[in-house]
Every structure is written in C-alpha cells, then in structure tokens.
C-alpha cells in the first residue's frame, strides 16, 4: 500500500521494487515505530542526566516531576532548546569548514579552489567593514574569511557576532540587546547553552528559551556566512533549467549521486566529472550523470544545473533503480541504512569527511590540498562499479520534470531590476502594495515520516499559490515541489491566482530568459535560507515597516532534523510566524508551548504554531498575511 505512503508516483514504484527484494525502508521502520511513546513524542522525556529517563507522571505521588525535581516546562525547554544546539553546530561547522577553505585559498595554499564571484566578495567585504579600496582579491579575500572565522571563537562578550549585526536593521538587533539574546561567538554561545541545560543548571523556562534563541542566532550567522562565501568561492547561482525526479537517473551513464550538505566536494566532482566523461565511455558507458539528493544537490542545482534525484525521506529508492553506481555523501541527512540498500546491488556508498562514516561503506577520506585528484579518484571508483552493474536489476521510473531553479539574492533582485533598474525591490512592493500578490511565503524544511512524502508540501504551496502568494522555496521542501513538477512556468498557469499570474506576465516579459519563470523561485540549500531573510530585510526598509510588519510567513510542513528547529527559532526571532506541519514536543508543557507560539508574538512578533493539516495550515498562513496587509494600510 505504497500509495499512502509518497505522493511521489516514481518512489511509490521504487517502493513496490523494494518490497519485491524484501528491502526494508525508511517507510517500513516509520511504521514499525508506531505508537510513539507519548512522553518522548511530547517533550517530557528527560534525559539530561544517568538517573533517568525520568518522565512526568501526574498521577503518581512525586510522579510530577523528574528526580531532581524539574517540572515539566523545565524539561520541555532544555529538550527543545538542545535541538536548537545541535542544528546550529550542524550548519556553523558546514560554514567553519568554508571559511577555513576561503581563508587557505587566500594563503595560497589550495589550487584546485578559487575566488570564482570577485564581484560578491567585494559586496560582502563592504557589508562587513573589510576595507577594499586598492586592495587585491586575495587580500579582500583573506580578511572575510578571517572575519568569518574570528566567529566561531571570540570569548569577548562585549562584541557582538558580524554577519547578523551587517544584515539586521538596528532596530531588530536592540530587541535582540534588551532580551539578551545577541551572542557574540558562536562556539561560546552554543557551550554555554549545553551548560545552561546540564542537571542542576538553569530551571527557568523562559531564560532557557532565551539561551536557545541566542544559539538560533548563530545558527543563522553561520548559514549566512556558509552562504556568501560559498557564492564567493563557487559562483553565485543565476536560472538554470535542468529536471528532477529518478528518471533523472539514466541507464546508459556511470550514475553518481551527491548527497549531503557541503559543496567543497560537490563542486569539485561536477568539476572533475567534465573532465572525465572518456573514462567512463572507456567502461563503456556514454558519460557520466551526476544527479543531487538532499542539500548537497541544491548546491549543485543552483550552481551547476545538476538534476535533482530525489528529496530526503526517498534517498534510499535512488538505490532501487539499480543504476545508482556510487553515492558520494559529506555531511547531514544521510541515512545509515543506505548501506544495507546498496547491498542489494552494486552500489558504492562513499562517505568522505572525517566526521561522518558508515560501518561497513567505503570511506575515501577528501583532502581539500588535492581536492581535482580526490574528486577525480572517487569518480573512479563509480566508473569501476559501474562495470558491476547487472543489467537486469535496472529499474528507472520514467519520471522527471522541468526545473527552473537558480533563484539567489542577486538573480532575484536582477529580474525585478529588468522592472525597476533604479530599485528593484520596489517591484515586489507595488505589487504587494497594488494587491496583485498578497504576500511572500518561504516553503522550506525537510522530510517527516509522521505524515505522507511530500504531500503537505505541495498542498500547502498549491494553496498558497491559489491565494496569490509569492513564493519561496529551499532544501527538501524546494525538491518536493520539483520533484512534482511544479517547478516550472506551467506550474504558474495551472495554480496561480489571477494576481499571481498577473506578476509573472511582468516579470517573464521583462526577465529576457529563454524559460518562464516558476511558480516557486529556489533559493538553494537551507544553509542558504539567509537569502530569504535578506529578501524580508529590504522589503521591510522599503515599506516603511519594521521586519515583523511584512506580511511574510514560513512554512515547514514536514520539519525533521535538528537544524529545522534552529532555523524556525531564528524565524521567529526576526519577526516571521512560522508554520510547522509536525505537532512539536513542546505540548508537554502548556507554559513552554504558549511561549513559543504566543507570549514569543508579543516580543519578536514572530510565533510558531503547529498544523498538520494542509488545507488549515494555507488559511492561517493566508490569514497572517492579510492581518499584516490590513495593519500596514491602516498606519497609512
Ligand atoms: Fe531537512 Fe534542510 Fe536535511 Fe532536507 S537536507 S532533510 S535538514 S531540508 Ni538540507
């Protein structure tokens, strides 16, 4: 009964195959969790400390709290906030690891990188306070990515993070001051908070809140950072037309799937992978396809125009079709078992950062000093499983769609300038102003197993579209709608409202691009959801409003990993409600739960609510937007 567990029609026959071999998948291990343990489900689990698992158990006599005597708020917050903590090491180390890179290629001592935006790395020195004037590049260069550095250590709490205070109206960042959650080093922030929540630490709800919203600020100064300096180091993305779905995958290539989050290796494949398309032909091939799944894939699709395969929950079915010869994996949202998966055929699973290996995979440790080589060496390794491959376990679905994908910042706001060359942005305004469009939504987030692949996703951007929303997209959330074919200019004709349409007929005839613009313009990765937030930043000075007025909103239908929560947290921090399709552990305790979805409204105008419903969700989201509208007009 496949059917219900994907709206996506190649995994539905991808889990069919899986079923004839017997294999296991993710969907299978869903349901063998069910029912879920309704205190870990709720938040009121705790596991801080070797005493427990301690849970809240109201009707037994010294039941209602934990050992040591946390309540039920006590434990709800620390949980929620050493998400928050997980997810912003996640995406700041993914921008460590760049800025370490950025800062090597400046020392001259990698060959195979390079300043490849020159133009956005004088943009981002003048935003930071590098001084370029009759400077060289690589001395530009050298003090970004040592000021992206000076992040992650400084210890002086008298200073204040550089990447947020750059990109953030004054405004924001004193409420930011006044509640005390500006932090000034990203590795001192998030050590603090795991600090803050150890046994016996901080029992405040509230204050345990705050610290978390100081580690979601970092988690939002690393993705901008991670986001400008991969522009700088690898192009900053412009429309590129390309496909997705597993039909993506083509039975006469070498198939190599990039799968993760950091593009150091990515880029370099696609870059080696040009190079080498004889070899493959050698084995017998007719080239080589380099296809993207999960972040990893956004980088390249927004850069480079490589198809996406497929999103995070159907990972393991890009194995199914028996074609997939080598997936090369970095960091974050890789399953275990696509091991196993690749067991079943002749698959190479290689894992490449010293942080993340997989027993029984093939680990080829990437060293970025010989990056082309390294690239080069596991692009063999796909070639020599290639000739392994045993024709008669091929299964392709015949199923992909046109993407438009390739929506930066700067690629955004050079469509609208096509309108507006003096202010671009005032594009997006009139309209909002003239009532053509309603309002901006950012559709992002990832794959929840709680509910069915992809269908809220769609749903809610199917609605929204119908309402006459412009919108975003970014990560899984972003391949879900590509994945479905609604991507593309065809998707703008079968959903938008009259209005929408109306916007994407200016637009198209002034863009001068060879496609029509989509119905949901992809900014990339989830680290790079900084680009969203800079998009609001402008709309807010050039309305006249302060960041929580814009009437924007976000979506998350489907949230899974850590880091979703360190990015609805920040969110919510600069003023944006944010929906959230999974019903979140924080409904253990009603004192944290109104915190986050409604006292949060009263001091950062931002709130999250809970929704798994799609149809619901829309309204409120559409609802939001109009109050804001109407709010705006009133102050007129
Ligand atoms: Fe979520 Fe980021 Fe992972 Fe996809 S890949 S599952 S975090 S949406 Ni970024």
Redesign the pocket.
Same mark, same amino acid.
């Given at each position: 009964m496949s059917e219900h567990k994907t709206i996506d029609v190649a995994a539905t026959q991808m889990l069919d195959r899986a079923k004839e071999i017997g294999f296991l998948t993710t969907f299978d291990r869903a349901k063998a969790q069910e029912p879920r343990c309704t205190f870990g489900n709720t938040g009121i689990c705790c596991r801080i400390c070797l005493q427990g698992p301690c849970r809240i158990l109201p009707k037994k006599p010294g039941g209602n709290k934990g050992i040591c005597g946390a309540a039920d708020y006590t434990i709800v917050a620390r949980n929620t906030v050493r998400y928050i903590a997980g997810g912003a090491a996640a995406h700041s180390d993914h921008g460590r690891h760049i800025a370490e890179t950025l800062l090597h290629v400046a020392e001259g001592k990698l060959h195979d990188y390079k300043v490849t935006d020159p133009d956005k790395l004088v943009r981002v020195a003048k935003r930071i306070g590098v001084e370029t004037e009759g400077r060289d590049v690589m001395a530009i260069t050298k003090d970004v990515a040592s000021a992206a550095l000076a992040e992650f250590g400084r210890v002086d709490e008298t200073q204040e993070l550089t990447w947020i205070n750059a990109y953030t109206d004054e405004k924001r960042l004193d409420l930011w001051r006044k509640t005390t959650i500006m932090p000034s080093g990203i590795n001192l922030s998030l050590a603090q908070l795991l600090h803050q929540t150890h046994v016996g630490t901080d029992s405040d709800p509230v204050n345990i809140i705050f610290g978390g919203l100081k580690a979601a600020l970092c988690d939002i100064d690393g993705q901008h950072l991670a986001t400008d300096l991969s522009d700088i180091l690898f192009g900053t993305g412009v429309p590129v037309v390309t496909e997705a779905n597993l039909g993506a995958i083509k039975a006469d290539k070498v198939n190599i799937a990039l799968h993760g989050?950091n593009p150091l290796l990515s880029q370099m494949v696609v870059n080696a992978a040009k190079e080498m398309q004889d070899e493959a032909k050698a084995a017998g091939a007719t080239g080589i396809n380099l296809v993207g799944i &999960?972040?990893t894939g956004?980088e390249v699709l927004m850069r480079e125009g490589v198809a996406i395969a497929t999103?995070?929950a159907t990972q393991e079915l890009a194995v199914m079709t028996g074609a997939m010869d080598a997936m090369v994996v970095d960091v974050? &949202?890789i399953m275990p078992s696509l091991r196993s998966a690749a067991e079943c055929f002749h698959t190479k699973i290689v894992t490449t950062m010293p942080i993340m290996k997989i027993p029984g995979s093939y680990h080829f440790a990437f060293d970025e000093h010989n990056a082309i080589n390294s690239a080069k060496e596991i692009i063999r390794l796909a070639i020599e499983a290639y000739k392994n491959r045993d024709a008669s376990k091929v299964s392709i679905p015949e199923i992909k769609n046109t993407v438009v994908a390739g929506f930066s910042l700067e690629s955004i706001l050079n469509i609208f300038g096509k309108i507006n060359p003096e202010n671009p942005i005032r594009v997006l305004v009139d309209a909002i102003e003239a009532g053509e469009i309603k309002g901006i939504a950012s559709l992002?987030? &990832?794959?929840n197993l709680k509910g069915t692949h992809d269908q809220n996703h769609t749903a809610i951007a199917i609605e929204l579209a119908k309402n006459d929303v412009f919108l975003l997209a970014g990560?899984? #959330?972003a391949q879900a709608h590509a994945l479905a074919g609604m991507m593309n200019g065809e998707a703008v004709k079968k959903y938008a409202g009259e209005g929408l349409k109306k916007f994407f007929a200016r637009l198209n005839a002034a863009a001068g691009l060879t496609t029509e613009l989509p119905l949901m313009f992809h900014t990339g #990765?989830?680290?790079d959801y900084s680009r969203q937030q800079d998009l609001v930043n402008m709309l807010a000075k050039e309305m006249g409003v302060e960041n929580h007025e814009v009437p924007y909103v976000v979506s998350a239908p489907e949230a899974? #990993?850590e880091?979703?929560v360190a990015i609805g947290s920040w969110n919510v921090a600069y003023g944006n409600p944010t929906h959230v399709g999974v019903i979140a552990p924080t409904v253990g305790s009603q004192l944290v739960n109104d915190v986050v979805t409604k006292i949060a409204e009263d001091v950062f105008g931002g709130f999250f609510f809970w929704e798994p419903d799609a149809l619901k969700a829309s309204e409120r989201l559409v609802e939001i937007i109009e109050e804001r509208n109407w709010k705006n007009a009133m102050r007129k």
């Open positions: 989050h &999960c972040c956004n999103n995070f974050q &949202c992002i987030g &990832c794959n990560g899984c #959330s #990765s989830c680290v899974m #990993s880091k979703a």
